[in-house]
């Protein structure tokens, strides 16, 4: 059965028609609170989307850790790796790798790359592109019965180049060789086996790949490596991996995470995040205000009301109560309304701007501009709780001065004159 401070409080919402004034308010404070909300629950959800493909574009090409050497190159690799992969169960996989900055030269133009020896099992190979015949861009980087040795560029620097699959480009090292003339650049022709493009662009313009035994002999580093590149069994693991790789390796061994390399770029987007939630809780706030200011309306409107109520027995934290559920009910409608249709629109974040884009034939989302296959959005829990929670404790903040002011009414004064 409802107690009579439910009952109240339901009746003060249904304003009679002199009161029409007061109820719009009390409509307005509910949209207020439902915009609020569903603004905050679509972008935090757009922000995590954005911050979790800029993520995987960075792993896309970036190891979780790399295991380098400080000033020389790596020896005895394949011991240092079986060990690494022994000690933790925490380590996926481990990938030696050589890497050099060159100069690539071909129909009198230049690129400037980081030439990088890798694998055959390097996740490199598992980026889509265009290869020479067809083949498997593996099969053809390591065939060593070929004429020349390949090597796998970006899109970009075949453009820069002017090349296309099986052109000859010719890889220029920081390296020269001593002959009576002087000093002559080292240089090696090498057959464009594979294009790929990495979604985003983010590091693909700056790599050219080459088979590792190329890369040791070319480079004059036989039986070195510029370091490992290790893959934690989940990139949540990373920072504990690391940790362990530390304190069994000192130095002159280093132990860098892709957080390292870049998690100031995520600390952005991160703190970005933050000041969006900030930004955007003040329309909350506001609300917030308009349920202070309706509450304050309905208790000098009512004050004969409570002036009876407290007269028949009623106490004052009775009353107190009757005003902080008015503005609860207010906020809790705001709220949920809030929730249901932020979490709509951002589930359906994709649908919704590409029906917008053919409806206003305009492009709102460029997918080559962020490397994103659709627009990003990401509803998190826990993202959704700290919004409605904050919507109804600041809903909650907001009755407690007029419901206060009504419980401390005379019902004497208030009804000396009537």
């Known amino acids: 059965m409802m107690n009579f401070e439910w009952f109240v409080s339901l009746r003060y919402l249904r304003a009679k028609r ?31 989307g954005f911050h979790d493909g800029v993520r995987q574009q960075i792993l896309g090409n970036v190891p979780h850790i790399l295991f380098q050497k400080h000033g020389f190159g790596l020896k005895g690799y394949q011991e240092i790796g079986r060990e690494i992969q022994e000690s933790s169960n925490l380590v996926q ?14 129909n009198s133009n230049v690129s400037a ?17 265009m290869t020479y015949e067809d083949k498997n861009a593996a099969e053809l980087l390591f065939n060593n019965e070929a004429r020349l040795p390949g090597i796998v560029i970006s899109v970009e620097s ?16 920081p ?47 036989k039986g070195e490596v510029t370091g490992l590149e290790i893959e934690a069994t989940a990139f949540d693991r990373t920072a504990q991996l690391a940790a362990q790789l530390r304190s069994n390796y000192d130095y002159p061994f280093v132990v860098r995470t892709w957080e390292d390399m870049f998690g100031s770029f995520l600390s952005a987007l991160r703190l970005e995040k933050l000041g969006l939630f900030i930004v955007l809780g003040i329309i909350v706030l506001v609300a917030a205000f308009n349920i202070a ?7 000098m409107e009512k004050n004969r009301d409570i ?9 004052s934290g009775s009353i107190m109560r009757i005003f902080i559920l008015e503005g609860l009910i207010i906020g809790g409608v705001g709220t949920t309304l809030g929730t249901s249709i932020g979490l709509f629109l951002a589930k359906n974040a994709d649908t919704i701007i590409k029906g917008l884009e053919n ?47 009504a419980a401390r009414m005379d019902p004497a004064e208030s009804l000396k004159y009537e």
């Open 18 to 48: 002199k009161q029409t004034f007061i109820s719009v308010i009390s409509f307005i404070s509910i949209g207020g609170v439902t915009l609020g909300v569903a603004a905050l629950i679509l972008v935090l959800a757009i922000m995590t």
């Open 113 to 129: 790359v980081s030439v990088k020896g890798v694998e055959v099992d390097n996740k490199i190979f598992n980026l889509d592109m």
């Open 359 to 405: 409806l206003l034939g305009v492009s709102i989302f460029d997918q080559a501009v962020y490397g994103m296959s659709e627009f990003p959005s990401k509803v998190v829990s826990s993202d959704v709780v700290a919004v409605a929670l904050m919507a109804l404790i600041i809903s909650l903040l907001a009755t407690v001065y007029p419901a206060w002011h």
């Open 293 to 299: 200011t309706t509450l304050i309306m309905v208790v």
């Open 158 to 173: 075949s453009v820069a180049l002017g090349v296309s699959l099986g052109d000859t480009v010719n890889v220029i090292p």
């Open 307 to 315: 002036a009876i109520l407290r007269s028949m027995g009623a106490k």
């Open 175 to 221: 390296m020269f060789t001593m002959t009576p003339f002087g000093m002559i650049p080292k240089m090696k022709p090498f057959q464009l086996v594979g294009i790929f493009r990495q979604s985003g662009g983010f590091f693909e313009t700056y790599y050219a790949y080459i088979s590792l035994p190329h890369a040791q002999s070319f480079l004059d580093m």
């Open 93 to 106: 996989s481990i990938a030696p790798y050589l890497s050099q900055q060159a100069m690539l030269l071909s």
